[in-house]
Nanobody, 124 residues
Framework: QVQLVESGGGLVQAGGSLRLSCAAS????????MGWFRQAPGKEREFVAA????????YYADSVKGRFTISRDNPKNTVYLRMNVLHPEDTAVYYC?????????????????WGQGTQVTVSS
């Protein structure tokens, strides 16, 4: 069992930056691939970024590529999402997810555990 707790969300102006953190419980964090998803009001949940268990592989949605960076610190049981040059359309609840897998995954169904989400609001 893995519990995930996101933090770092907030209100930021367009063009600004935020760093989200996701703290995971459990001693087997490093065996999980991790991902970030988001859901805007009235829209379906969408993939944002993913990272393999070692951090050696990452994958991004086209909409965030070049602006967002996913990383992980296995000794700290934490995964991060650095978000730069934020746009109003990045406004959403951001969710951290864990998949008991060695590889990167981009669909929600492949993830086993989810956090409660953190709100990111980008004003224009």
């Amino acid at each position: 069992q893995v519990q995930l707790v996101e933090s770092g969300g907030g209100l930021v102006q367009a063009g600004g930056s935020l760093r989200l953190s996701c703290a995971a419980s459990g001693r087997t964090f490093r065996s999980y691939a991790m991902g970030w998803f988001r859901q805007a009001p009235g829209k379906e949940r969408e993939f944002v970024a993913a990272i393999s268990w070692s951090g050696g592989s990452t994958y991004y949605a086209d909409s965030v590529k070049g602006r967002f960076t996913i990383s992980r610190d296995n000794p700290k049981n934490t995964v991060y999402l650095r978000m730069n040059v934020l746009h109003p359309e990045d406004t959403a609840v951001y969710y951290c997810a864990a998949a008991q897998s060695w590889s990167v995954h981009t669909t929600g169904d492949e993830y086993d555990y989810w956090g409660q989400g953190t709100q990111v609001t980008v004003s224009s």
